[in-house]
């Protein structure tokens, strides 16, 4: 299975609906939904070490 970069705008716009529910004052490195496309891709790529999700 490939993902090409349309693949990941639509994931990005489908989890956007997500609220993210972090404490508010913290600095967050992350925005939730990069997390979550990342986690999903790697689901779904079946990667299961870090690196590769690096």
């Known amino acids: 299975m490939e993902i090409n970069e349309a693949d990941f705008i639509l994931m990005k716009e489908s989890?956007?609906?997500?609220?993210?529910?972090?404490?508010?004052?913290?600095?967050?490195?992350?925005?939730l939904?990069?997390?979550?496309?990342?986690?999903?891709s790697a689901a779904l790529c079946r990667w299961t070490e870090?690196?590769?999700?690096?």
């Open 50 to 54: 870090f690196e590769q999700m690096e």
């Open 15 to 31: 989890l956007g609906i997500v609220t993210d529910k972090r404490r508010r004052g913290w600095h967050f490195l992350h925005n």
């Open 33 to 40: 939904v990069d997390i979550l496309v990342i986690g999903l």
